[in-house]
């Protein structure tokens, strides 16, 4: 049965013109969860990611470090939500996140307006959304046959939603998940005949110990 391994991209640039750059750090970490999947030696791996730069940029990281074929081209449904855009259409009440706004208060802030999204179901918000990477999941499982793996790199709402759909998880599962994903953390996903079933989530043993430097959450 093929294994999925779904990794969350490496750190992001925070706080500058363009988020969607991978830091220096988000470099090392891609790197770094690259050594990880090549120990683990997965069956002729498939790597595809999302179409954002920072998706982009990690996949092929890891895949030159694990020394894995190249990339597919990159599916749209693998693509993070628009933070931005959730803080501006569902704010706090009596705050706004300001310009030099720390990642604590965003990620407190992005928390509410998460909830909020979840909550509208808006025919082409969350629903749409929370069902797009289930949907390209099993279709990638489908072509890839009993003897293959894949390594889908993505984004930690994307991961959240996938892990909160499998395991039936409510609005406040999928906040919770999210806020707890690390970049580059592996969540492994195993299809059988019977779907998709969730064997780890977040595991990020590979930016602990001597590594713990890596280790980051946004």
Do not use: K
């Amino acid at each position: 049965m093929p294994l999925i391994c779904l990794v969350r991209h490496g750190q992001a640039s925070f706080g500058a013109d363009d988020y969607d750059v991978l830091s220096d750090l988000g470099r090392e970490q891609a790197r770094c969860v690259g050594e990880e999947l090549r120990r683990r030696e997965l069956r002729d791996p498939l790597v595809v990611s999302g179409t954002l730069r920072r998706q982009r940029d990690t996949a092929a990281l890891l895949t030159e470090t694990a020394g894995f074929g190249p990339v597919a081209g990159p599916d749209p449904r693998f693509d993070e939500y628009d933070h931005l855009d959730l803080l501006e259409r569902y704010p706090a009440e009596g705050e706004q996140p300001s310009g030099d706004s720390g990642s604590r208060q965003v990620q407190r802030l992005l928390d509410g307006a998460l909830r909020s999204w979840i909550a509208a179901g808006d025919a082409d918000g969350w629903p749409a959304f929370s069902t797009g990477a289930p949907t390209a999941l099993r279709e990638l499982a489908t072509g890839l046959g009993s003897g293959r793996d894949a390594v889908v790199v993505s984004s930690g709402g994307v991961i959240a939603a996938v892990v909160a759909g499998l395991l039936g998880a409510p609005a406040d599962g999928v906040v919770a998940l999210n806020r707890a994903a690390v970049n580059v953390g592996v969540t492994s996903v195993l299809a059988g005949g019977s779907g998709l079933s969730l064997l780890a989530f977040n595991d990020h043993a590979h930016v602990t110990g001597d590594r713990r430097h890596l280790l980051s959450y946004r």
